[in-house]
């Protein structure tokens, strides 16, 4: 089992940055894809980014958000840099226990609690 523990949201104003952490324990996740998906009210949970040996993401924060490991420290980061209205939502952190890359929720096993991020003038 893997426990995934997110930490970082909190409320910016619009262009202001944050740097979402999410720490893994249980396992060790070296060999794990690691990926932030959001969920805003009324809609579905998506894809945000994710990342084996490279990085992939949703085209809306391509540009503007940076996914990041330290499998030293078992932590996977989500840098969220000129953050817009749209990008509220709750961030959650997911393990999935292969190396190929997924962008839909059900290719991964494990899920942190989710952190919000709300962005608003």
């Known amino acids: 089992q893997v426990q995934l523990v997110e930490s970082g949201g909190g409320l910016v104003t619009p262009g202001d940055s944050l740097r979402l952490s999410c720490v893994a324990s249980g396992r060790t996740v070296s060999g794990y894809v690691m990926g932030w998906f959001r969920q805003a009210p009324g809609k579905e949970r998506e894809f945000v980014a994710a990342?084996?040996?490279?990085?992939r993401y949703a085209d809306s924060v391509k540009g503007r958000f940076t996914i990041s490991r330290d499998n030293a420290k078992n932590t996977v980061y989500l840098q969220m840099n000129s953050l817009k209205p749209e990008d509220t939502a709750v961030y959650y952190c997911?393990?999935?226990?292969?190396?190929?890359?997924?962008?839909?929720?059900?290719?991964?096993?494990?899920w942190g609690q989710g952190t919000q991020v709300t962005v608003s003038s």
């Open positions: 990342i084996s040996w490279s990085p």
């Open positions: 997911a393990a999935r226990p292969v190396l190929s890359l997924a962008t839909s929720t059900a290719g991964y096993d494990y």
